[in-house]
């Protein structure tokens, strides 16, 4: 314990020496994020300061080994790192699919090559990954994907289409599910491959949203040459390597639940909601399943680093952040009244509530939708077939 104090100075004492004040304030908008990538876009010399600091210290990837680029830190300092960035205002230093998603699947199912080429690269924030599962008829059913990919001797060719993959336009490279054996049962034909989005033959077209944003693309792959040594895990057993990525990104998108600074709904309405005990009630409810959440959340956390996750723990905290999320979302328009309906204007900030509100309808789709959650939940507390 004495060891874990010591960390927890070192570790205030290095925040408050090196994350730039710009960077202790509360996220506002999109381009508060740091993605990273080949072409990096920062919006302040303290956002690429900070994000640089953390990642040559590690700590952009804290738990991860050394060699790999990360902080080597254990589970329990990792913890108290997460809690005096807390404690400091501080945010995270990068937005990154590869450290959230591919990262653990690397860690567990990659080669010791494939981990000393992107593992390090990930971590300092120098590769931008999208995600290429869902197809045109592959989204709840993900077993379901058709994108072809053959063996050619000395490269796999790739065909196909994948859709909502998110921030494709911006990303550098992909992981992606194939088909490599049509033939065999839909969940053993599949391999997991990552490949360079220059790649010729690949492209993508941006999908705009009813929000008026377009973070999603449908991408295409016509006879796109991919090097042999790029899949990851075994030919034809890339479902288990799937899977694997799904619980850490259904961990990411749960995140959502939390609502960013930890003020409670009620103090962050309050001067709406005194006039209207019914509002208030309502608001008082959604911060009591909040609080909830958020202990339910440091929980998990804590078991799933530890490696005594519960299975079905990912799903079930994917369902009940993003269903709080949108519940919030619809509190907030509730309070706002008509004019939280203003679209465009200097008032609403460009109509930053109806258009968070309208992006939250995604959240309880995207990564797989509630009900896939409730069924995998089922599976596997009931231990039936399939889990």
């Not at 449908?218 to 796109?224: I, K, L, R, S, Y």
């Not at 961990?251 to 709406?272: D, F, N, P, V, W």
Request: proline share 5%; glycine share 10%; with cysteine.
């Amino acid at each position: 314990m004495a060891d874990l104090e010591t960390f927890r100075r070192e570790a205030r004492a290095w925040l408050e020496a090196n994350c730039p004040a710009e960077m202790r304030e509360p996220v506002r908008d999109e381009s508060d994020y740091c993605w990273g990538g080949r072409n990096p876009l920062f919006k302040s010399d303290a956002q690429k300061a900070w994000m640089e600091r953390m990642a040559a210290r590690g700590w952009t990837v804290p738990d991860w080994p050394r060699e790999y680029g990360g902080g080597g830190l254990s589970p329990a300092e990792t913890k108290v790192l997460r809690q005096e960035m807390a404690a400091a205002g501080a945010r995270n230093p990068l937005m990154s699919f590869g450290i959230s998603m591919l990262g653990p699947a690397l860690l567990k199912y990659g080669t010791e090559a494939q981990k000393k080429r992107f593992l390090p690269e990930i971590a300092r924030g120098e590769i931008r990954w999208c995600q290429g599962y869902s197809e045109p008829n592959a989204g709840s059913d993900l077993a379901s994907v058709a994108t072809k990919c053959e063996d050619r001797g000395d490269h796999w060719l790739v065909n196909g289409q994948k859709v909502w993959t998110s921030y494709a336009d911006k990303a550098d490279w992909i992981f992606c599910l194939v088909r490599t054996d049509p033939e065999a049962p839909k969940h053993k034909g599949i391999s997991f491959i990552l490949f360079d989005m220059r790649t010729p033959g690949v492209s993508t077209k941006p999908i705009l949203l009813i929000s008026g944003n377009s973070p999603f693309c449908e991408t295409f792959f016509d006879d796109v040459k991919v090097p042999k040594d790029q899949v990851v895990g075994e030919v034809n057993k890339g479902w288990d390597v799937a899977k694997y990525l799904l619980g850490h990104e259904r961990e990411m998108i749960s995140g959502m639940g939390l609502g960013g600074t930890g003020e409670s709904l009620g103090a962050a309405l309050a001067e709406r909601l005194k006039d209207d005990p019914i509002l208030r009630a309502d608001v008082a409810r959604f911060d009591v399943d909040a609080m909830a959440f958020r202990a339910m959340s440091e929980r998990f956390i804590d078991e799933l680093k530890a490696g005594r996750a519960h299975p079905a723990q990912p799903s079930i905290m994917k369902y009940a952040g993003t269903e709080l999320n949108k519940a919030r979302h619809e509190l907030i328009m509730a309070a706002g009244g008509s004019g939280a309906l203003e679209w465009e204007s200097e008032r609403s900030k460009g109509g930053k509530a109806p258009r968070e509100w309208l992006r939250t309808k995604a959240n309880s789709i995207e990564g797989g939708t509630s009900e896939i959650q409730l069924g995998i939940v089922a599976k596997h507390i009931l231990e039936l077939p399939g889990t």
